[in-house]
């Protein structure tokens, strides 16, 4: 079974920083993706920033210059460092990942459980 947790979240001033984490576990093959996304209520998900299979990184226009994300492989965790937050960041942040449970099988979508990000002004 696969576990992802997160965790970093919480109430900041505009202009701090907050990292969050994402741990992931079980009984996995490989993992092919992994990255953030964030949804505020009555709105759709969207992409924060993301490790593409080919290792490269993509980031929201949004975010750019302000976010980064970073990961440990040895660890199956991933971060997302964010800094000069602004209240239009307050969101809730889930973690996802697109992995593998064994060789030659189709790669599934895992999500966090989300973590409450909240920028005060």
């Known amino acids: 079974q696969v576990q992802l947790v997160e965790s970093g979240g919480g109430l900041v001033q505009a202009g701090g920083s907050l990292r969050l984490s994402c741990v992931v576990s079980?009984?996995?093959?490989?993992?092919?993706?992994m990255g953030w996304y964030r949804q505020a209520p009555g709105k759709q998900r969207e992409l924060v920033a993301t490790f593409t299979s080919g290792g490269s990184t993509n980031y929201a226009d949004s975010v750019k210059g302000r976010f980064t994300i970073s990961r440990d492989n040895a660890k199956n965790t991933v971060y997302l460092q964010m800094n000069n937050l602004k209240p239009e960041d307050t969101n809730v942040y889930y973690c996802?990942?697109?992995?593998?449970?064994?060789?030659?099988?189709?790669?599934?979508?895992?999500w966090g459980q989300g973590t409450q990000v909240t920028v005060s002004s």
């Open positions: 079980g009984s996995i093959f490989s993992i092919n993706a």
């Open positions: 996802n990942v697109k992995l593998t449970l064994k060789p030659y099988r189709p790669t599934n979508d895992y």
